[in-house]
């Protein structure tokens, strides 16, 4: 005859076992996005499938990748093809937090075994996202699948009968590396810890998890704030597919708007042009327009452009603001490679990170940088050679041989390694330099006068698609804070001093030296 304890075990399992069963029955696994967003609806959550903005990403289409591993049936392109970690980079109140919740319920209720671990960029973070996730599995809102919840919710961590499982990690690395799981949700990630973030990359594991192949995976979601956080460089690599874009802002995520609002007039028609009056009723959003408009109120152009809109990260704290992607890049240089202008370089000989910029300047006397040498830990020698055959490689034809070179009056200076001086070096090599000495600030304030100058007339500096590292130097040069120092350290500066040189070099009285000076 069975013990208590076992007959109890027995009573137990079978109470385990019978809802699971029916829920089981009645919680078919969807298998197209359709399903999905029935199974959705049937839950009390109806999720925009459409963006009211060109290029950007509705929510529906985060969940969808998410549940489907990346692999989406029907869908007509992918992102990134094959990439299940993604990016979610929306705005302030967009909905990421609550979105990241539903998503862990989704793999929860439907992958059987799976492991998730919840990372934010605060511990307070983490309980947001979790906070929505209890209430996903509240009884009195969705019976069905709280009957699947096993035990008791705790503070940290929910558990399913299937075995599937989800927990909070506190911000740090100790919490972060010793976590081995199939997902791992990072919200606010611009917020992180660079140390935390990096240790997070190495978590997850895949799984087969009851009919559905889990890839192990990093999910990131997170308005951008800042030109230097980790959020800005998570877009560049899903800009080169390393990792799947949703992007969306305030204008996406909009309520229905009444047909008696008038639109002439509106705080949001730059933004909303009349859509929210006609986009379906199911792809309705969930800020309400009155909301919207007392928010844009609030904040400065740029503040509401990064954090609402999602264009781009706020330029506070940057070294040079006035730079813009989109007005001073361009990518046709096949005007340049006549005999027309005056071809010019700047170098800064770092001792780990060395750059070479290489330009033309026009009959206007505008500034066209169009190539890049950047040698990490590599001898200033080496540049120079590189510089000697017009920094040609496989796709790109050399240039014409610099009028002269810009440098840093440190080049002066002996190498106790080599015995002579970068300035020696460049001079041995044929080419003349210039190397005028002036502040950093009236370096800066001559390169800014170039690419926005006061009078209001067109930018007289300009830098080809192909110059990535200067690209995203100019963009990411920030000052250490509470000072006007520009920060060393991170990398950016030297892209940004090669340019100055030849800028001030340029645009300054000055003394060309060199064997062929006069």
């Known amino acids: 005859m069975p013990s208590k304890k076992d007959a109890a075990r027995t009573k137990k399992t079978a109470k385990e076992a019978t809802p699971v069963a029916d829920v089981a029955d009645a919680l078919a696994r969807p298998t197209t996005p359709d399903q999905l967003a029935a199974f959705l609806a049937s839950q009390g959550l109806n999720i925009p499938r459409s963006p009211m903005i060109d290029g950007h990403a509705a929510p529906f289409d985060y969940l969808a990748h998410a549940f489907f591993e990346g692999n989406v049936p029907g ?22 937090t609550f979105l ?10 439907f992958k059987p075994g799976i492991e998730i671990r919840v990372l934010g960029g605060s511990f307070e973070q983490s309980k947001r996202m979790y906070a929505h996730l209890r209430r996903l599995f509240d009884p009195a809102q969705r019976p069905l699948i709280a009957e699947l919840v096993a035990g008791r919710i705790t503070e940290r961590r ?37 140390l935390v973030w990096e240790a997070a990359q190495l978590t997850t594991r895949s799984k087969r998890c009851g009919q559905v192949d889990v890839v192990g995976s990093v999910e990131c979601l997170s308005t951008m704030h800042e030109a230097y956080g980790v959020m800005y460089d998570l877009v560049n690599e899903a800009k080169k597919g390393k990792r799947a874009l949703f992007r969306w802002g305030v204008a996406d995520v909009l309520e229905t708007c009444a047909p008696a609002r008038p639109c002439e007039g509106c705080t949001l028609w730059n933004e909303c042009r009349g859509r929210a009056k006609t986009r379906p009723t199911a792809d309705a ?37 006035e730079f813009e992607v989109a007005e001073h890049v361009f990518h046709d240089d096949s005007p340049l490679r006549g005999p027309e202008g005056v071809w010019l370089a700047g170098m800064d000989p770092g001792l780990r990170t060395s750059v070479v910029v290489w330009g033309v300047v026009d009959d206007a006397g505008v500034l066209w940088i169009v190539d890049e040498r950047v040698g990490e830990d590599v001898i200033a020698a080496r540049n120079i050679e590189a510089m000697q055959n017009g920094l040609a490689r496989e796709g790109v034809e050399a240039w014409p041989c610099p009028k002269w070179v810009a440098v840093d009056p440190a080049a002066m200076q002996e190498s106790e390694h080599s015995g002579t001086s970068v300035l020696q070096m460049l001079i041995d090599a044929k080419f003349k330099t210039r190397a005028p000495r ?29 110059c990535e590292r200067l690209i995203e130097s100019l963009a990411r040069y920030r000052y250490e804070t509470g000072t006007d120092s520009p920060r060393k350290g991170e990398g950016f500066d030297h892209a940004v001093d090669a340019l100055r040189y030849l800028v001030a070099a340029l645009d300054t009285r000055h003394k060309t030296t060199g064997r062929w000076s006069q």
Request: proline share 4%; with cysteine; glycine share 8%.
């Open 285 to 321: 959003g969930h800020v309400r327009i009155d909301d919207a408009i007392a928010a844009k109120r609030r904040v400065a152009l740029n503040v509401w452009e990064a954090e609402m809109l999602c264009r781009r990260p706020r330029r506070s704290g940057v070294v040079v603001p």
């Open 438 to 466: 002036y502040s950093i600030r009236h370096g800066l304030d001559l390169l800014r006068a170039r690419l926005k100058p006061a009078s209001g007339e067109k930018p007289r500096l300009f830098i080809h698609a192909r």
């Open 75 to 96: 869908a007509k392109s992918q992102t990134a093809p094959h990439a299940a970690d993604c990016i979610v980079w929306a705005n302030r109140g967009g909905g990421k």
């Open 100 to 109: 990241g919740a539903v998503a862990t319920m989704l793999d929860l209720v």
């Open 158 to 194: 929910l558990t399913l009968v299937n075995g599937s499982e989800v927990e909070l990690l506190t911000h740090s690395q100790t919490s972060v590396r010793g976590t081995r799981v199939q997902k791992l949700r990072c919200d606010e990630v611009d917020l992180f810890d660079p």
